[in-house]
């Protein structure tokens, strides 16, 4: 007999941002379990595109996202 399925797992949304997909990435480029240093190195880039952009760093990432 089978067991059941197992139930999906929802990602919760970043500390920051409110933003699953802003999760889904940092998850991505974590290495060895260390979370909290992807989201700062995230977090900085985001940072340093604001300065340098001149508009929001999350929506330029989003356009980013979307085009690959």
Sequence with gaps: ???SK????YLLPDPK???PLVTKFVNYMMERG???VAYNIF???IANVEKKAGES????WKRAMNNV
């Design 34 to 36: 260390k979370k909290d």
């Design 17 to 19: 941002f409110q933003d």
């Design 6 to 9: 197992p139930k999906k797992r």
């Design 57 to 60: 760093g999350l929506e330029v």
């Design 43 to 45: 977090y900085d880039a």
């Design 1 to 3: 007999m089978r067991k």
